[in-house]
């Protein structure tokens, strides 16, 4: 069983921001991101936070990604209580996606 890091402990710092977005990566994002940004464009990056990838590439991965992540693990995460609602942004899809990115480039 793993244990989920949760929003509060991010925000307190009890984590990175690599820990707790690389939670919600899995092995079909990974294959996602890497299809539709492309590897070798990921391994080329030369910026940390692949911001020399147009955002407009990221935000695209949201729909798919929104499709392929633990909702229930999501919402354990953020501490959202509605189980009908999904607490779900482009933001937090580009912050997995580039998480994702970053396990492909480190191998």
């Known amino acids: 069983m793993t244990v989920t890091i949760t929003r509060e402990q991010y925000g307190k710092g009890e984590c990175t ?4 977005f690389g939670q919600f990566v899995t092995e079909p994002i990974k294959t996602y991101v890497c299809r539709v940004i ?5 391994m080329d990056s030369f ?7 147009p955002l407009r590439e ?9 499709t392929m992540i633990d909702r229930d693990k999501l919402r354990e ?4 209580r509605d189980p009908k ?3 779900w942004s ?3 899809a580009v912050c997995i996606a580039k ?3 970053r396990i492909i480039k480190e191998g």
């Not at 492309?38 to 990921?42: A, L, M, P, Y």
């Not at 995460?77 to 959202?80: I, K, L, P, T, V």
């Open 85 to 87: 609602t999904f607490p």
């Open 17 to 20: 921001h690599e820990e707790y």
């Open 38 to 42: 492309g590897e070798q464009r990921i």
């Open 77 to 80: 995460a953020e501490g959202w």
């Open 47 to 53: 910026d940390p936070h692949f911001n020399d990838i």
């Open 58 to 66: 990221w935000d695209r991965l949201s729909p798919q990604i929104a």
């Open 90 to 92: 482009l933001s937090t």
């Open 99 to 101: 998480q994702a990115a």
